[in-house]
């Protein structure tokens, strides 16, 4: 059993610092997380590159739970435009992604909606996804944000059995990006430890799949998506920065 | 062609000689030894052990070392991935003969040298996986037994002459078809090594087209390593780390030959048909 405590060690835990626009104290102060929710943290330890923590890490910390449906989050992630036309263009759209599914997971663990192995689960999962959000991070410095970024997972967030549904369609969009970017890479570096993301996010869905009551192998392929699929697949829980 | 300098180069005599009954246990602890050593080291680089329980989880991936680590062509990295196969589509056949084969496939082509058997795992129909999972475990090892299949077809079209040949190799699995635990103890060791061969090649492939189709069949592996982690009430990632290990081919093929009888040793992949 891993400890709970596994936070990575650019993750918020030390002091917040209130600092706040104004349209996000606004925003704030509709989900009652005024004060608590936004840090202005370090992102990476060798980087001066500051990253607006979303509301839903302080909930994780505080013991404030969103109200079920109170899914919106916003952090500072990379701006991302199709076609896709560099590897950094790439590393930037994998970033939009990891950052949708950690952000996903950090409110879904600390909305209480979970419970047993789908909560464990999904604890390790929110961890992968934030290491994945941090590695992405690090390779791309400054490239890593700029971008005002909201999420609205409401609609996931409703009860279990949604927020399994919603995981199962993330994570198989993630294996579908990641396979489909794996030719679009031309450093072959960068296709190696893209290779070594993909299959943690087809893991994923193979567990996901499972706690949905499905097989978790169904078919003896994966199938790639192309940027503009994973677009359409996402754009419904994106409100802004996409 | 291609393969007749390969039989030779394989050693022909040991295609015919009985398989060496070789402990199980020996092999098993072969395999999972590397499993389980191999990350621990690899984190043990960066980490002190008492540091590991808070960060080995973000370790992060090297970001450079893994383009054309290897002088591989695309054959031999399909070949590679062929032989892996066959040694899984081999374990799974004997494992659960039950249920048709993909079409095209027959026990005989799929294992030569076994002929499928035992065919079942004792007790394997009363394991179910944890809750809420509901997933009927033995037919999954059908499945994924299926999927190997496909796989072989798969890689076998793709090379075509160019491609090993099954009668080349045996394989023995040992007492790993005597338990269900114990079965599924190595399904799980043989899903997470083959993706960490798959993973390894990914820098090494040339052809787009054969890159796209290895990820294809990476992934479906990994799927199949987290379901039987699942199965075994194990982490779904290997230590519960956030990226996936690559391995050369050489140290895939160490691991693997603990299974391989013939040919003995287990030639590099450098000297499969290209």
């Known amino acids: 059993m891993p400890p709970t405590a596994i936070v990575p060690n650019d993750r918020p835990d030390t002091e917040p610092t209130p600092e706040v626009s104004a349209s996000r104290r606004s925003f704030l102060s509709w989900t009652g997380a005024a004060g608590a929710g936004l840090v202005l943290a370090a992102c990476a330890p060798d980087s001066s590159t500051s990253l607006t923590e979303p509301a839903g890490a302080a909930f994780s910390k505080g013991g404030m739970h969103p109200k079920a449906g109170s899914g919106l989050v916003t952090v500072d992630g990379p701006s991302v435009g199709l076609p896709?036309?560099?590897?950094?263009?790439?590393?930037k759209f994998a970033l939009f992604l990891e950052l949708l599914e950690a952000e996903f997971y950090k409110l879904a663990v600390a909305s209480g909606l979970l419970s047993g192995l789908v909560r464990e689960i999904s604890t390790d999962v929110r961890d992968h996804e934030i290491c994945h959000v941090d590695f992405l991070q690090a390779a791309l410095g400054a490239q890593a944000t700029g971008n005002r970024i909201t999420f609205d997972f409401s609609s996931t967030l409703q009860n279990e059995r949604k927020y399994l549904k919603a995981a199962e369609s993330f994570e198989q969009t993630g294996v579908g990006a990641y396979l489909g970017a794996l030719?679009?890479?031309?450093?072959?570096?960068?296709?190696?430890?893209?290779?070594?993301?993909?299959?943690?996010?087809?893991?994923?869905t193979a567990a996901f799949r499972a706690l949905n009551h499905r097989v978790p192998a169904p078919v003896a392929y994966e199938t790639p998506l192309t940027p503009q699929q994973v677009v359409s697949a996402i754009a419904p829980f994106v409100v802004e920065g996409l | 062609m291609d393969t007749t300098?390969?039989?030779?180069?394989f050693d022909a005599d040991a295609l015919t000689t009985p398989q060496q009954r070789r402990g199980f246990l020996a092999k098993l602890a072969v395999a999972a030894g590397a499993v389980a050593v191999a990350p621990m080291l690899l984190r043990g680089e960066k980490f002190s052990s008492a540091l590991l329980a808070q960060s080995a989880q973000c370790t992060f991936p090297d970001l450079t070392g893994w383009a054309e680590r290897e002088s591989l062509t695309d054959v031999q990295i399909l070949n590679f991935a062929l032989v892996l196969e066959y040694l899984e589509a081999t374990f799974y056949l004997r494992a659960e003969g039950r249920g048709a084969l993909p079409a095209g496939a027959t026990v005989a082509a799929i294992d030569p040298d076994g002929m499928g058997l035992p065919g079942r795992v004792p007790g394997?129909?009363?394991?179910?996986?944890?809750?809420?999972?509901?997933?009927?475990?033995?037919q999954f090892v059908r499945t994924v037994r299926n999927h190997e299949i496909d796989h072989v077809l798969f890689l076998q079209t793709a090379l075509g002459e160019k491609a090993l040949p099954r009668s080349?190799?045996?394989?023995d699995f040992g007492d790993a078809f005597s338990s269900a635990t114990r079965f599924l103890a190595v399904s799980q060791i043989l899903e997470d090594v083959g993706v960490t061969a798959y993973l390894g090649q990914v820098g090494n492939i040339d052809s787009t087209d054969i890159l796209a189709a290895a990820g294809s069949i990476a992934g479906v592996?990994?799927?199949?390593?987290?379901?039987?982690?699942?199965?075994?009430?194990?982490?779904?990632?290997?230590?519960?780390?956030?990226?996936?290990m690559r391995r050369d081919s050489t140290e895939v093929i160490a691991i693997a030959s603990g299974f391989i009888t013939a040919p003995n040793p287990v030639p590099p992949a450098s000297s499969f048909p290209s």
């Open chain 1, 84 to 91: 896709l036309s560099s590897d950094t263009d790439i590393l």
């Open chain 1, 183 to 204: 030719p679009l890479i031309s450093d072959k570096n960068l296709r190696s430890v893209a290779g070594t993301i993909f299959t943690i996010e087809a893991r994923h």
């Open chain 2, 5 to 9: 300098r390969h039989l030779i180069k």
């Open chain 2, 124 to 138: 394997i129909e009363s394991v179910r996986p944890p809750l809420p999972a509901t997933f009927n475990v033995m």
């Open chain 2, 168 to 171: 080349l190799f045996a394989f």
């Open chain 2, 221 to 244: 592996e990994a799927e199949h390593a987290a379901a039987f982690r699942l199965i075994n009430r194990d982490k779904i990632t290997p230590n519960n780390m956030s990226f996936d």
